[in-house]
Nanobody, 120 residues
Framework: QVQLVESGGGFVQAGGSLRLSCAASGVTKYGNTMAWYRQAPGKSRELVATIDNRGVKKYADSVKGRFTISRDNAKDALYLQMNSLKPEDTAVYYC??????????????WGQGTQVTVSS
C-alpha cells in the first residue's frame, strides 16, 4: 500500500527557507517518478519539480535556482529544499508519486498537502 505524507510547511518571511519532506511508504519497490506540485488560492495545481528513479531532476522556471528536489530511496523519502522564498511561492504543496511497470504508468498517488505561507 502506497501512502504519501507531507510535512515541513509553515510560515516564513520573504527571503527565508523551508524544507518540505514527503514520507513515501511503499513506492521504492516500483520504478517511479516523484514530484512536488503546488496550488495557490484561486489557481490550478502546478508542477514545481520532479525527480525520477535515476535521479534526473526537472524544475519549473519559476523555482529554478531557488528550490532543490531530492530523494532518499533507503528512507522512502522525498524532499524539497526551498530557498529565497517569495510571497508568490505561497501555496499548498503536494507530493506525488507516479508508479511504472517498465514504461507503462500504473498508478498515481497524492499526499494531503502542506501549507507554505511567505510574507512580504
Amino acid at each position: 500500500q502506497v501512502q504519501l505524507v507531507e510535512s515541513g510547511g509553515g510560515f516564513v518571511q520573504a527571503g527565508g527557507s523551508l524544507r518540505l519532506s514527503c514520507a513515501a511508504s511503499g513506492v521504492t519497490k516500483y520504478g517511479n517518478t516523484m514530484a512536488w506540485y503546488r496550488q495557490a488560492p484561486g489557481k490550478s495545481r502546478e508542477l514545481v519539480a520532479t525527480i525520477d528513479n535515476r535521479g534526473v531532476k526537472k524544475y519549473a522556471d519559476s523555482v529554478k535556482g531557488r528550490f532543490t528536489i531530492s530523494r532518499d530511496n533507503a528512507k522512502d523519502a522525498l524532499y524539497l529544499q526551498m530557498n529565497s522564498l517569495k510571497p508568490e511561492d505561497t501555496a499548498v504543496y503536494y507530493c506525488k508519486a507516479e508508479l511504472y511497470s517498465g514504461l507503462v504508468l500504473q498508478q498515481v498517488y497524492w499526499g494531503q498537502g502542506t501549507q507554505v505561507t511567505v510574507s512580504s
